[in-house]
């Protein structure tokens, strides 16, 4: 397959590694060290004990990649706004786009099922609407990334869950698709385990249920995953707002536990900082609406009660914003 990488951070140089390593025609889109990196030594992949280098085609010119089977968007929340006019060059007839992103993603109410309660105002995660005007909605793929990793040098990404990684991918409107179909054999095939859903929300809420306590409490602490659960107090907590986030997906019509799960289950516990707290620690917008602001607007919109939540966000947005990287 043609595949395009729109964003060469940590989670869209490995997945460029291992679908250029599998044969498939990969494209990246970058800038500064890294699309010169990219350039003169490909894509470095570590996990574990396993080292892979593939060669990719990196641009930060999207007219010079051309029509795609597949785009994978694996920019931050914080990004996609102002990627959305840099999309139209990469479409062909089929071509489907999958954004891979943490948190209530923007095209949450697309094609959402009748039966199911509709959203509270999203519009804070598609400023303006570009993305809704850019691209179809018969395009739009949901994304949900179970894989912990960060760039150590320019063209080089460290893996902390080898054998453990997961994108589970399904079309917006939870219809089958082809394409949809060809690219998580494709991710198979490439050692990313991407099984098979009919209902792309239940994989959204149910890494969304994961986040909401790891990435609030990581951010507070200003520590990892394995350190948090392995401090009797914070673990209380973590499982406190876990139960909160379930009961949310569950009053808009979402049962988490229905959703895939990833190779060797649960949550990962690695020694790991969540890309929340990468991002403060390095100065770079945080997601704060789409994995804080967005679910607890989704818990106020159903009347859940969730105090351990509501407390944590309101200490995040607030830690956030005080360095300038969230706008309240």
């Not at 968007?73 to 062909?92: H, Q």
């Not at 109410?109 to 959203?119: F, K, M």
């Not at 379930?246 to 049962?255: E, K, N, P």
Request: with cysteine; glycine share 10%.
């Amino acid at each position: 397959m043609r595949i395009c990488i729109l964003g060469a951070g940590a989670i869209g140089s490995h997945f460029a590694a291992r679908l250029a390593a599998a044969g498939h025609e990969v494209s990246v889109l970058a800038r500064g060290a890294q699309l010169e990196a990219l350039r003169a030594n490909g894509v470095t992949l570590v996990s574990g004990a396993e080292r892979v280098t593939a060669r990719v085609r990196a641009s930060e010119r999207p007219a010079e990649l051309g029509a795609q089977d597949a785009v994978l968007v694996a920019l931050k929340a914080t990004a996609l706004g102002a990627a959305a006019n840099g999309l139209a060059p990469l479409l062909g007839p089929d071509t489907a786009v999958v954004f891979c992103q943490n948190g209530i993603p923007w095209w949450y109410a697309l094609g959402l099922a009748p039966g199911r309660p509709r959203p509270p105002d999203l519009s804070r995660l598609d400023p303006g609407g570009a993305l809704a005007r850019a691209l179809a909605p018969e395009r739009v793929v949901g994304g949900v990334v179970y894989s912990a990793n960060e760039v150590t040098a320019p063209g080089v990404v460290e893996n902390h869950t080898p054998g453990r990684n997961m994108l589970v991918i399904g079309a917006a409107d939870d219809r089958a698709w082809a394409q949809v179909a060809a690219l998580r054999a494709a991710l198979d095939a490439a050692q990313l385990h991407s099984p098979a859903t009919d209902d792309i929300r239940q994989a959204v809420w149910n890494k969304l249920v994961l986040n909401l306590a790891s990435s609030t409490l990581c951010l507070l602490a200003e520590d990892t995953v394995a350190a948090i659960g392995a401090d009797p107090a914070l673990a209380a907590q973590l499982e406190r707002i876990r139960a909160e986030g379930r009961a949310i997906a569950a009053a808009h019509g979402v049962t988490v536990e229905g959703a895939p799960r990833r190779p060797g289950g649960g949550p990962s516990g690695a020694a790991h900082k969540p890309s929340m707290l990468q991002d403060f620690e390095r100065g770079k917008p945080m997601e704060i609406e789409a994995q804080v602001m967005a679910p607890l607007a989704f818990a106020r919109a159903a009347g859940v009660p969730v105090p351990a939540f509501e407390m944590a966000a309101a200490l995040a947005a607030h830690k956030a914003a005080a360095r300038g990287l969230y706008d309240a």
